[in-house]
């Protein structure tokens, strides 16, 4: 199994940044791919930002330009560096992981981290 904890949730007012971290655990040769949805209440849980282990990324248009992923292998960890955050940013985030590039952005999802609350308002 793997095991993923997420922390850096907090509040912060428009035009802000805050930096998510995923700690992944356990039999992380697993994991093939990473990444970061989130969901808004009464919406429906969706997908942010993904990585690879090839390096490769890829962002949903609404984050394009504002949310960075990366991922330190030294320390099992993948980052969400958001800037620009707007009130539409506000929600639970939740760190993914799985085996296929392709369940992961399907919401196959294997993996699931606790979720870290992130609210954007003045």
């Known amino acids: 199994q793997v095991q993923l904890v997420e922390s850096g949730g907090g509040l912060v007012q428009p035009g802000g940044s805050l930096r998510l971290s995923c700690v992944a655990s356990?039999?992380?040769?697993?994991?093939?791919?990473m990444g970061w949805y989130r969901q808004a209440p009464g919406k429906q849980r969706e997908l942010v930002a993904t990585?690879?282990?090839?390096?490769?990324?890829n962002y949903a248009d609404s984050v394009k330009g504002r949310f960075t992923i990366s991922e330190d292998n030294a320390k099992n960890t993948v980052y969400l560096q958001m800037n620009s955050l707007k009130t539409e940013d506000t929600a639970v985030y939740y760190c993914?992981?799985?085996?296929?590039?392709?369940?992961?952005?399907?919401?196959?999802?294997?993996?699931w981290g606790q979720g870290t609350q992130v609210t954007v308002s003045s």
């Open positions: 993914a992981a799985d085996t296929s590039y392709r369940a992961l952005v399907a919401g196959r999802v294997s993996w």
């Open positions: 356990g039999m992380i040769f697993r994991i093939n791919a």
């Open positions: 990585v690879t282990t090839g390096g490769t990324t």
